[in-house]
């Protein structure tokens, strides 16, 4: 579950960081050509995905932390 869990994060990491890089190039290139429609158009295109990417690697992030939690707890116990 962890290995399978550390990948997801990661997918998702790239994936979110690879969207958001792209919205906020669009907008770059918008305001320098000063084409209002494309910078609003570049929003609309990449904004959902960047935030829904982020929101599941953070949730990843957690699960990720919960389960070393649970791992570092058996390992006192048993001690």
Known sequence: MKKWLETSFIIS????LLAG???V???I???LMQ???LI???HEIFSKPAFLLSAVAGVI?????QTKKQKISAESSEA
């Open 61 to 65: 992030s957690y699960l990720l932390k």
């Open 29 to 31: 290139a918008g305001i």
């Open 13 to 16: 990491l790239v994936l979110f």
């Open 25 to 27: 190039i669009g907008q």
């Open 21 to 23: 890089s792209l919205l």
């Open 40 to 42: 609003t158009k570049s």
């Open 35 to 37: 084409n209002g429609e």
